[in-house]
């Protein structure tokens, strides 16, 4: 009887999941390793104070392709999803949290969480993952962390390493932001490229929200980079200041304020091409950094990686 082939994926993101599913469903049964608590990656959610929400990582889903299409009616007809009027255009978020879409797909996938792979070793065609005092040994690995990651788990001599090593990812801070004003007359959304905070969401107007102001703002690129390593307080009232200034908003009425800084938002210089193996196809890199900065993109990353190693096996 033939041994049913082990497969290891590293990150619970949208590559990861998208990736597992549809293995899953073809009749493997993959086996999904995460450093977090949660799941979703960058399909993020934060709470506070138990009344609060925010959506911190990617605001919105579209899509672009038939089949993300699908996906998203897909998780729409479960209430997993809903439309998202932003006013100058309509997105998709999970409902009645961003990291809703990530629950939907993980179902009955196995998934580790709070798992830390110290390093990855190719012995005799096989890979074996060093965690904490255990090995674990997979004949196909999927490594969906960001670019930079991933060099530093492979090496940076390895081989496949260098291939990716003109990947550049961009940081973003992320502003959390509730005030105690039930205010209905803000926008849902305000983008502006070239100020300070690029993208502003109100929470509140999103499909299943809570009705409280709330707001996550992100600051651009550039912003980001020049105030990378400040520290987290310092940097959540200097993006408070540009969030009031910018809404007419009265920052005596805050009722709470966090940050978050994403070292790999956005992607820079993209890979080029959805995925990149090995040439015994048994190891396989993946992510948005393949592509762009899209949760749609991530999904295509993952899909094709799954349906590349489906034909081989």
Not at 60 to 85: H, M, N, R
Not at 137 to 153: E, G, Y
């Amino acid at each position: 009887m033939t041994e049913p082939v082990r497969i290891g994926i590293i990150g619970a993101g949208m590559t990861g999941l998208s990736c597992a599913r549809t293995l899953k469903d073809a009749g493997h049964t993959p086996v999904i390793l995460d450093k977090g608590r949660g799941i979703g990656g960058r399909l993020a959610t934060r709470r506070a104070d138990n009344v609060l929400q925010f959506d911190h990582g990617a605001q919105y889903i579209t899509a672009k392709t038939e089949e993300f299409q699908k996906l998203i009616e897909s998780l729409v007809s479960v209430d997993a999803a809903g439309a998202w009027d932003m006013g100058e255009r309509t997105g998709f978020v999970g409902v009645p949290s961003m990291n809703a879409l990530a629950k939907a797909l993980a179902s009955e996938l196995d998934i580790r969480r709070q798992v830390q792979v110290n390093s990855v070793t190719e012995t005799e065609g096989h890979w074996s993952l060093e965690i904490d005092k255990d090995t674990l040994v997979f004949d196909r690995l999927i490594i969906t962390a960001p670019a930079p990651q991933t060099m530093a788990l492979l090496g940076t001599d390895h081989p496949i390493s260098k291939q990716i090593a003109h990947v550049s990812l961009l940081p973003c801070w992320t502003l959390m932001a509730a005030f105690d004003d039930e205010d209905d007359a803000l926008p849902a959304s305000h983008r502006d490229p070239d100020a300070p905070l690029a993208w502003i969401a109100n929470e509140k107007t999103k499909p299943g929200r809570p009705g409280r102001t709330a707001f996550v703002a992100q600051a651009s690129s550039d912003w980001s980079e020049d105030h990378l390593e400040l520290d987290k307080a310092v940097a959540a009232d200097l993006m408070l200041s540009e969030l009031c200034k910018t809404l007419d908003l009265d920052r005596g009425k805050v009722v709470h304020i966090d940050a978050h800084r994403w070292r790999y938002a956005k992607v820079g210089t993209p890979l080029g091409q959805p995925f990149l193996s090995n040439a015994s196809k048994t190891l396989f890199l993946g992510g948005d950094w393949c592509l762009d900065a899209r949760v749609e993109a991530a999904f295509q990353s993952g899909d094709a990686i799954a349906e590349t190693l489906l034909n081989e096996l």
